[in-house]
């Protein structure tokens, strides 16, 4: 996809609170979800939240599922995680 995530490891970014979901072919990531989780502020109360971010399949497999093939096994981890 032709993204370097080092930098971003390197200044810490990359923590606990950021998961990765990809699908791999043949040591390719061939579809990737990312999702942070993050507290937000509103109305002055602390609230757990996600971003998603980072969604993109390879060119060549578009409108195969994949990324909703992801996105199923997200929201199933989140729902067994137990996750606000």
């Given at each position: 996809?032709?993204?370097d ?5 390197r ?10 979901y ?7 990531i ?13 109305d ?25 093939r992801?996105f199923?096994?997200v ?8 996750l606000?």
């Amino acid at each position: 996809f032709g993204i370097d995530f080092r930098a971003w490891y390197r200044a810490g970014e990359w923590t606990e609170r950021y998961r990765c979901y990809s699908l791999t072919s043949y040591r390719n990531i061939i579809s990737n979800v990312g999702m942070s989780r993050m507290t937000l502020m509103t109305d002055g109360t602390a609230r757990e939240a996600y971003q998603i971010g980072t969604v993109m399949t390879d060119e060549d497999r578009q409108g195969l599922g994949l990324a909703t093939r992801i996105f199923k096994h997200v929201f199933k981890q989140h729902d067994a995680d137990g996750l606000p």
